[in-house]
């Protein structure tokens, strides 16, 4: 797979940096090197009659070496959340790995073996590194996704699927990864966790383009930037935030500073706070999980906020009405897509995949419209579910857990912008009593754990539309109206 690419550059770039971290750096020889010692380490594991392999490692370097002995070994591998929240376990209820690496002890009958820093320090030590490389003709890469749709679905990608979708990004002109790395060192930035496809996909073109894959702590973010050192930044529109309010304010936008935003729109004061402080360039990725990148926005001008970019030249998108018929130019309807990165369905789902996938069709959920230039504009949603900060979340769970808790009558989720315009959770409710906000926010987040923090405010009513769903856009409005 990506090792045959990095092998290629290894002969032409031995010594040239891979990985860096703050305190150290590893080479690209000095990576495959270390692969090959632990796939040698983990060799047992073929044996064992295991086909998918967690990973929870919180050390970068380490969790990548880990990848790459894996798919080594023929083995499927699925990143798994740093911490054992609610993330953690919804992955592993979706996933259901035959065995666990992991860099701590797994509470858990799941079968694991502890991949601390002593293991590491022992293995990488030692001089045999002669394991043998299995060909996989099955998935080697086991994801999750859950951006469209109400509950969590397995996907798979297997090598055949990963070569063909790092080589498009890399020798497209989207983001002209290999025409970077090829004239000077340049650093990709990933905040995007490796537990999504989205973020494993990326830090495999950069390496397989032969940039280098910075390992950072949040708090090192601005002193990266301050560096001023050819750098491509890959965020969500939340980590955005975050990296603009941990720099300097008298931070300057720099030439050589790339933003890719991943997961959700860019909203325009945050765009603007970008332009000032960070930089010009700027690229917005609309895509899924189960789809890859449908398009590309360059923020070199401002634009339609709706307008989400032009349509990759590999990815097949139309507009439809509800039976499927597709609509001319200019017509809002269903978006549809088909292509070469688009998977076949759901793992072990039936019911879903033949919902959403639907004759070489996926449908993600969103409503839009294509223009003549080949632009995608996404209007909105057929269901409930809304992006906070990049990753979504369904207002009908959040809805029903508000609903069951003690002495609320009825209660809404709606989201309001903040002051960047980034939407965040606000909760109205009908309730005549004192209740503890911080217990219902606790079990919001016992059901999603990466949800923002919320606002909560009493109501004397909650507005219904004529089809008996809460209009949210009323509560929105009227807290946009009374700033």
Not at 23 to 51: M, N, Q, T
Not at 53 to 59: A, F, H, S
Not at 96 to 102: A, E
Not at 308 to 319: H, K, L, N, T
Request: net charge negative; glycine share 8%; with cysteine.
């Amino acid at each position: 797979m990506i090792e045959t690419l990095l092998l290629q550059l290894r002969d032409a770039r031995k010594h040239s940096v891979a990985f860096e971290s703050a305190f150290r750096s590893w080479s690209f020889g000095g990576f495959l090197a270390d692969v090959r010692k632990a796939a040698h380490a983990l060799e047992s594991l073929r044996d064992s009659g295991c086909s998918t392999v967690g990973i929870k490692c919180k050390n970068y370097y380490q969790h990548w070496v880990l990848i790459f002995a894996l798919e080594r070994l023929g083995l499927a591998s699925a990143s798994f959340q740093n911490d054992f929240g609610p993330s953690f376990q919804t992955y592993l209820n979706v996933i259901k790995p035959d065995f666990f690496l992991s860099d701590e002890p797994l509470i858990t009958d799941l079968k694991h073996y502890v991949v601390d820093d002593a293991w590491f320090k022992q293995v990488l030590n030692q001089e045999n590194n002669n394991s043998v490389s299995y060909e996989s003709h099955d998935f080697c890469r086991i994801g999750v996704a859950a951006g469209t749709g109400s509950e969590p679905q397995k996907i798979g990608l297997r090598r055949s699927d990963i070569e063909r979708n790092i080589s498009q990004i890399i020798n497209s002109d989207i983001l002209s990864l290999s025409e970077k790395a090829g004239r000077e060192h340049f650093n990709v930035l990933c905040c995007i966790g490796i537990d999504i496809l989205a973020g494993y996909q990326i830090v495999l073109s950069a390496l397989a383009a032969g940039c280098c894959i910075k390992i950072f702590d949040p708090v090192q973010i601005s002193l990266i930037i301050a560096r001023h050192e050819p750098t491509a930044i890959v965020v969500s529109p939340l980590h955005l935030e975050y990296v603009i309010n941990s720099i300097s304010p008298l931070s300057m936008a720099q030439d050589n500073l790339e933003i890719i935003v991943v997961g959700g729109r860019l909203p325009a004061e945050l765009e603007k706070k970008t332009r000032e402080k960070l930089s010009k360039k700027i690229y917005t990725l609309y895509g899924t999980e189960e789809a890859g990148i449908i398009s590309v926005k360059k923020l070199d001008h401002h634009s339609e906020h709706k307008n989400a970019g032009v349509i990759v030249p590999w990815m097949d998108v139309q507009i439809v009405d509800g039976q499927n018929v597709a609509l001319p130019v200019q017509t809002e309807g269903r978006v549809r897509v088909r292509g070469n990165t688009v998977i076949d369905g759901y793992i072990g789902n039936v019911e879903n995949k033949n919902s959403q996938f639907q004759e070489g069709w996926f449908y993600p959920g969103d409503l839009g419209f294509i223009t003549n230039k080949k632009e995608i504009f996404i209007t909105g949603r057929i269901d409930e579910l809304v992006a906070f900060g990049g990753d979504k979340f369904d207002l009908r769970i959040l809805d029903e857990i508000c609903k069951k808790f003690d002495n609320i009558e009825d209660g809404c989720v709606f989201s309001v912008p903040d002051e960047n315009g980034i939407l965040m959770p606000w909760v109205a409710i009908i309730c005549h009593t004192e209740i503890d906000g911080s217990v219902l926010s606790r079990r919001m987040h016992e059901r999603y754990q990466n949800l923002p923090p919320i606002t909560l405010i009493w109501v004397d009513r909650i507005p219904y539309r004529d089809d008996g769903s809460p209009n949210r856009q009323f509560l929105t409005q009227g807290i946009m109206n009374s700033r």
